[in-house]
């Protein structure tokens, strides 16, 4: 049992404590990780501190940006693009259902950290991240440190596929768009282990249609950008199902999510993933989907 979830946290070296990756796929991913310093990563978090590792969802505020002849349009137009990915954090915390400050939370493929911050921000509550990233979970902690929070949030190198939380410890947990890196039965069984009975459980995750046929050109070009496996909705669906996660809601944001990624195609900060991401999106092989499960 890890004691942190029932004790005050503490902070160390995140790589020194924890573990490394069980698998070659899994030490891939670490080093990917470790390695990332992309731009659109970093620079939408240095607008407030809160750094994703996510997409948005809304509509752009064009009247805020003003004109590209603007000195400033591309300094508001990094700005609004952070707004858009912090509104989907606080869309899937949304999702939680009532947490306490008595709870702890997990948040599982935690990045930077973002959206673990904005969870104890809302609830007052703890949160464990983990992540396969030595660099990323170092990041997290040290900007909790910053804020003064580091008793509550924390970011810890491990599988999420094999945490240390005790069974039935858990109010409430999430995947925000990195369940792609995992076998998705391993991974809803894991989180139906350390969840309570009546916990809820949200991920955001980017699937392909299985009414198209197969994962498109589209959907395969983003794998091979993230070295990830993009699962279908249907395969989301039946991984609940199999491990006592009641779904309670089912919200397609592909909508929502297409203008964060047009206003990214016209940003400095292009990776050149777009494109793919938005004709997968129009051309309906590629779904934007929020599932929130009860644990039964």
């Not at 924390?154 to 995947?175: H, Y």
């Not at 069984?189 to 309570?196: N, T, W, Y």
Request: aromatic share 8%; hydrophobic share 35%; net charge negative.
């Amino acid at each position: 049992m890890d004691s942190s979830v029932t004790t005050e946290l503490t902070h160390t070296d995140a790589s020194a404590i924890i573990p490394g990756p069980a698998n070659p796929y899994q030490g891939d991913i670490a080093r990917y990780w470790n390695a990332e310093a992309r731009p659109v990563n970093l620079r939408l978090g240095d607008v407030d501190g809160l750094y994703h590792h996510h997409y948005g969802i809304g509509d752009v505020d064009h009247a805020s940006l003003g004109t590209p002849e603007d000195s400033e349009y591309e300094k508001k137009l990094i700005a609004e693009l952070h707004r858009l990915e912090s509104a989907q954090a606080e869309l899937l915390l949304d999702h939680l259902g009532p947490i306490t400050p008595a709870d702890t939370l997990v948040d599982a493929g935690c990045g930077r950290g973002g959206s673990s911050v904005m969870a104890h921000q809302r609830f007052g509550c703890k949160v464990e991240g983990v992540t396969l990233s030595s660099t990323q979970a170092d990041f997290g902690n040290r900007r909790a440190r910053e804020l003064g929070i580091d008793s509550h949030v924390r970011a810890q190198v491990c599988n999420m596929l094999d945490t240390p939380f005790e069974k039935g410890s858990i109010a409430a947990s999430w995947n925000n768009e990195s369940s792609m890196y995992v076998d998705l039965d391993d991974l809803m069984a894991e989180h139906a282990r350390f969840l309570k009975v009546g916990g809820r459980y949200v991920t955001i995750t980017g699937c392909w249609n299985p009414k198209y046929g197969q994962p498109s050109k589209w959907v395969s070009q983003i794998n091979a950008h993230f070295e990830c496996n993009i699962h279908s909705r249907r395969e989301y669906l039946r991984a609940m199902a199999d491990n006592r996660l009641v779904p309670n809601a089912v919200i397609d944001l592909t909508a929502a999510t297409l203008p964060y990624w047009e206003l990214r195609a016209t940003s400095s900060l292009v990776t050149g993933i777009e494109e793919a991401f938005i004709e997968s999106y129009k051309d309906g092989s590629f779904q934007y989907l929020l599932i929130a499960a009860d644990r039964v």
